[in-house]
């Protein structure tokens, strides 16, 4: 027994060692492979090649702003197929024109009227007894006709919202330069039209493409 603990001491104590001294022999070794690679590539000439991110170019931006609920999105769309063709290296993008921040709490306004009107039909609430007012005709017909008074509601609420972000607008920028104004022209640009101011703004930052 006291031979056996012995031995098992020992291989305790001796094992801890040896395990480190095969850890550092084997990065002694990849650290001699590594530097014996390098001698034979300096001494036949050849260089590790390096990557080279020259040819990463990033090409120019052009942004639409358009107003979504004119119906624009279809043009951005159009102009964003032909642009592509005649510059196949600029970056198209498009958004919404944001409203101005008085319509767009309007808009979050009537929203939510919307949802707390339809809430009240479902839910038989009479807003008008609950403030002590004589309950007019159409709320006594939202009230009867449930389907259609939501349906109603839903749409007429739509139609206010769509008209409070209507602007009108399909603004270009090039690069962040405005370049095109419709809410100040009055009108979309022609193909034609939007292809030069292209090229002339091409032309003076020099990345005209041949």
Known sequence: ???VLTLTFRDLTYNGP????????????????????????SSSG???PHTNLNHIITGP???????????YRKAFEEYSTILKEKYPDLTIIGENYP???????LVQVVG???????FMIISNINPFTLLGRETPGAWNWLS???????????FIC????????????????YNDVPIWSKLETGRVPAPAELFQIIDNQMLSKGTFQY
Request: hydrophobic share 40%; net charge neutral; aromatic share 14%.
């Open 1 to 3: 027994m006291f031979l």
């Open 99 to 105: 409203p101005p921040a008085a319509k767009a709490i």
């Open 144 to 154: 009867s006709s449930k389907i259609y008074g939501c349906l109603m509601t839903f």
């Open 112 to 118: 939510l009227l919307k949802f707390a009107i339809i």
């Open 61 to 71: 931006t052009l942004k639409f702003l358009y107003c979504y609920s004119c119906g």
């Open 18 to 41: 040896s395990y480190a001294q095969e850890e550092d022999s084997e990065n002694a070794d990849a650290s001699s492979s590594w530097t014996q690679t390098s001698s034979k590539l």
């Open 158 to 173: 739509n139609t206010i919202e769509g008209q409070l972000i209507s602007s009108g607008a399909f603004e270009i920028f």
């Open 46 to 48: 050849k260089k590790i």
